[in-house]
């Protein structure tokens, strides 16, 4: 991890070039700084009226930038660049770099056929690729989250097509991605998403929606592995960061988060799927009045592993729900049927969290019957009720945990045990214990 923290670090001589880009006033194609040749948008024809299509602009200049070798396309500040849904593919030459110092909006809303792509801007198959710059992306999501009808209501008229919202960014199938200082806000879903990625580094990005807009995760891990989140200020309807199955070695350091729904792992195993998660850690985090700080959620019925996990030095600010482990997670209008197996949960670290809570919970850990939680420990936590309250209110709860605590003086029903007792009838405790193979 440490040695490609590295290898990105040395890569902020991009630092350099931006100043340099920032002095020149405008920058034709063909014109070089520090060697990398410069494609500015608008010199290849871009409007940036905010109404024009600029989609087909955009499309002409990333084929000259994919093929040139360190190119840079330069995306300029007076500008609003109105884009449909686009695809910026790969494989390219390496070390490209998007500088987006204007704003990039998207064109349509629903009824323009938009709908039918899964997302506005894709980012696929690229290697040692960045997208920096202060400039903003605003994916106009709005115009989504106000259909009277939307894919998910139940009671949309007989005649009514919901369109489903796209996501906005997205990259896939690519290492060594870059994300720095933008601005993004009200995508029409996930605002950023990373699936199939391998060296992953956001930094610095403000991502902004309603606390009433729906499905607008801030970042969104699928798939992907070698992921530094660090430095950003998430307030979005839904998820900070939500890290789905096959991810690994996520950091994440510095992040403000709320409103919304907090930093989640899963939802895991649905439909009896198999489920991978693993190397989490979430460092210096602060949550304002989210639903919920750190979560683990699983369905019922699936299998795999998520472990391996480290919450710590972290502050809540009237939190709901501070920290959540539920291995009985179910979204369906109708109570999910009990069932034997599931994703199972091991090596959680949640230590040294302070603040509020606006519930009366504090910590609520609750384990399938049959896949008992292990080496879960708790150490450290302080959370209140409220500004003036004593910890008196604040609950920590526990249902089939084992582990260790250590300085809590919150209420608890929650007697963490070091093993599983060999006579609750609930696991085979005969058995080793086994890490499900290939997690
Ligand atoms: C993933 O990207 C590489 C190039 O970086 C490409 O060769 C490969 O075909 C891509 N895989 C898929 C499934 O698109
Ligand atoms: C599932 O199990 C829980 C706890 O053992 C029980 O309270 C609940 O009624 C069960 N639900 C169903 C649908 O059987
Ligand atoms: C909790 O904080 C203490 C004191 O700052 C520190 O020594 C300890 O390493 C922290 N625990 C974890 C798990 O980070
Ligand atoms: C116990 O936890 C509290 C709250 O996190 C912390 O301030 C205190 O330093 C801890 N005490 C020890 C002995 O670690």
């Not at 106000?146 to 009671?155: A, F, L, T």
């Not at 992921?227 to 950091?251: A, P």
Request: some cysteine; proline content about 6%; aromatic content about 8%.
């Amino acid at each position: 991890m440490r040695s490609s923290v590295m290898s990105f670090v040395k890569r902020s001589d991009v630092f350099f070039m931006l100043v340099m880009l920032f002095l020149m006033s405008c920058s034709a194609s063909g014109s070089f700084v520090n060697g990398r040749q410069v494609f500015n948008v608008m010199m290849e024809g871009a409007v940036g009226d905010g109404r024009t299509d600029d989609g087909e602009v955009f499309q002409r200049v990333w084929a000259m930038v994919c093929r040139t070798p360190s190119a840079i396309m330069y995306v300029p500040a007076e500008g609003r660049f109105s884009l449909p849904p686009s695809v910026f593919g790969g494989p390219c030459a390496p070390n490209l770099l998007l500088q987006v110092e204007g704003t990039i909006v998207a064109l349509e809303g629903p009824g323009s056929g938009t709908g039918h792509y899964k997302s506005w801007l894709v980012f696929r198959n690229l290697r040692d690729f960045s997208v920096v710059g202060n400039g903003r992306i605003n994916g106009k999501g709005n115009r989504w989250w106000s259909q009277v009808c939307r894919p998910s209501m139940k009671n949309c008229g007989p005649n009514s097509r919901p369109e489903e919202p796209p996501n906005g960014l997205v990259f896939q199938n690519s290492s060594n991605v870059r994300v720095s200082n933008l601005r993004i806000r009200d995508s029409p879903k996930f605002h950023l998403t990373f699936s199939n990625c391998d060296g992953v580094y956001a930094t610095g990005l403000h991502i902004t929606a309603p606390r009433d807009s729906p499905n607008t995760d801030g970042i969104h891990l699928t798939n992907s592995r070698n992921v530094f989140i660090l430095n950003c200020k998430i307030r979005t309807g839904d998820d900070c960061v939500s890290i789905q199955s096959g991810s690994n070695r996520v950091l994440i350091e510095d992040i403000m988060c709320g409103p919304g729904h907090g930093i989640s792992v899963g939802s895991l195993g649905e439909s009896k799927s198999r489920a991978c998660v693993w190397g989490i850690r979430v460092e210096r985090a602060i949550f304002d009045r989210t639903t919920n700080g750190f979560r683990i959620k699983t369905w019922q019925g699936g299998s795999g592993h998520a472990h391996g996990m480290r919450f710590v030095n972290s502050r809540m600010n009237r939190v709901h729900n501070p920290v959540v482990i539920d291995q009985y997670y179910c979204d369906s209008p109708t109570p999910c049927a009990n069932q034997t197996s599931a994703v199972a949960i091991s090596e959680i670290i949640i230590a040294n969290i302070t603040g509020t809570s606006s519930s009366n919970s504090a910590v609520r850990i609750k384990c399938s019957d049959h896949v008992p939680c292990r080496n879960i420990v708790l150490q450290n936590i302080a959370v209140r009720t409220g500004p003036d309250q004593d910890l008196s209110n604040a609950h920590f709860s526990c249902w089939n945990a084992y582990g260790f605590i250590s300085n809590i003086t919150n209420p608890m029903s929650c007697a963490l045990l070091p093993q599983p007792p060999l006579d609750t009838g609930l696991v085979d405790s005969s058995k080793p214990y086994q890490i499900p193979q290939g997690c």
